[in-house]
């Protein structure tokens, strides 16, 4: 019986699919080339655009086997493939797994989960709700984990795994036989993913044993039987773990566990459009330059009218102008909206945020342009929290994206600037 593959599923699929579509037009677009300039399209410039379908292909395939080649070789010790890692890290895995240096792969994505990516990381599990509470917990075992008191961090973050799960899952934890960690069209919450990580973690571990471990087996740790587990390999695995778990764990709070209706496939007319957009991408982002800001270029105004329009900067401004003003329902048009949430909650999250003090005054610090859709901006907050004045410096970051919510270059007219991290500030 064949066993299912992550290759197999619908996002990857699809992606092949267009890619053989681009394929076709390719090997078709001499003979209906004359309808195509009936219709207006300038057929040269196509046939420019595709000379890149050979790539896409190559790319499309390699991407479409890289999880399950990953999966394959490292799942029986402890790692799995998920959305959010790596793609270059997990390449660079396998590749010296295919040639025969497993263990050398294995260290790449141990080296790959340094504090400061756990980091990151962990600041995109507040997405999930029913992880919000067991953040505070989780920042502590990153503390152990840098200074590498891993006897510390791997029993908590074995536990906030377990919990989270639980939570989600009707009172069983990931750690439960009776627990169903899959997810249509996931690449982490698969049979050959999250299952299967759970089947190794899981295994009874009875008798007491001092030598080190490099696998998670939480029966053994947890209850005190597997007394070599405080290595750094073993604390990077379950961090890899718990990020694993946050495709499932979002698909739950947001009820896409199942299939959802069909989309119509894309005619060739709009496959093309889809490559010219993705070449015209490519061209500009090799073109692209951050802007370089010294202390003197940056206005020390509050007035939105001091700074260029359609900046990320002139934006942030207006956003902290509204701010003063407490005018907390515009403010909500300038942040990116939360997972889960419709934009009509928003003014409500905003007010919740930053209606608990009062601001004062602010500045802008510094100014740096971090890719071609994010800029990082450094603001000086001055504000009043209950009777005490406080003075906080916060990074905001922006993003430029469509009416879709999805990246776009800055030099590419008609989308705006959103502020993405606005749900990290904290005015203590």
């Known amino acids: 019986m064949h066993e299912p593959q992550i ?18 037009l390719k090997r078709t677009i001499p003979w209906i080339s004359p309808l195509l300039k009936l219709m207006g399209i300038d057929t040269d410039k196509m046939q420019e655009k595709l000379e890149i379908a050979d790539e896409l292909a190559k790319k499309a395939q390699e991407l479409a086997a890289l999880p399950d080649q990953f999966n394959n070789h490292f799942s ?26 497993i263990e050398a792969g294995e260290q790449v994505l141990v080296n790959y989960f340094t504090p400061n990516t756990v980091g990151i990381w962990l600041n995109q599990m507040k997405e999930i709700k029913a992880f919000q509470s067991r953040i505070r917990l989780a920042r502590l ?27 989600l899952n009707g009172g069983h934890g990931f750690f439960s036989y009776e627990t169903n960690l899959e997810a249509w069209d996931s690449i982490s919450a698969h049979k050959q993913g999250l299952v299967q990580l759970g089947n190794i973690f899981r295994k009874g571990r009875n008798k007491t044993r001092t030598e080190t471990i490099y696998i998670p087996y939480r029966n053994g740790i947890m209850h005190g039987t597997d007394l070599g587990y405080d290595n750094k390999i073993v604390a ?6 718990l990020f694993a778990v946050r495709d499932w764990a979002l698909k739950v709070e947001q009820d896409r566990l199942e299939e ?64 003063e003003a407490k005018n907390y329902g515009h403010m909500a048009n300038y ?94």
């Open 260 to 323: 959802p209706p069909p989309n119509q496939n894309l005619s060739f007319i709009e496959l093309f459009k889809q490559i010219q957009k993705t070449h015209d991408t490519k061209e500009q982002l090799g073109q692209w330059e951050p802007r370089i800001f010294s202390d003197e270029d940056i206005p020390k105004s509050e007035n939105p009218k001091d700074y260029p329009s359609q900046t990320p900067e002139h934006q942030i401004v207006e956003f902290l102008a509204l701010w």
């Open 7 to 24: 290759k197999d599923i619908p996002t990857l699929q699809d992606i092949l699919k267009q890619t053989q579509g681009v394929m076709a």
């Open 76 to 101: 029986n010790r402890g790692w799995i493939i998920y959305e959010s890692l790596n793609l270059e890290t997990a390449k660079q895995a396998v590749i010296l797994a295919d040639n025969g240096d």
């Open 236 to 241: 990077a695995k379950v961090w890899a773990a």
């Open 141 to 167: 075992a990153l503390q152990d984990y840098e200074a590498d008191r891993y006897h510390a961090c791997i029993p908590v973050i074995l536990a906030l795994l377990d919990g989270l799960v639980n939570e």
């Open 335 to 428: 942040i990116q909206v939360s997972r889960g949430k419709s934009p009509k909650e928003m003014p409500k999250a905003i007010r919740e945020t930053f209606g608990t003090v009062e601001l004062i005054r602010f500045q802008i610090l510094h100014i740096e342009d971090a890719a071609a859709a994010a800029t990082n901006i450094l603001v000086k907050l001055e504000y009043e929290l209950g009777t005490n004045s406080k003075e906080k410096d916060f990074n905001f970051r922006l993003l430029y994206l469509n009416a879709d919510g999805k990246a776009e270059v800055r030099s590419e007219p008609g989308h705006r600037w959103i502020i993405s991290n606005w749900n990290h500030f904290h005015p203590y």
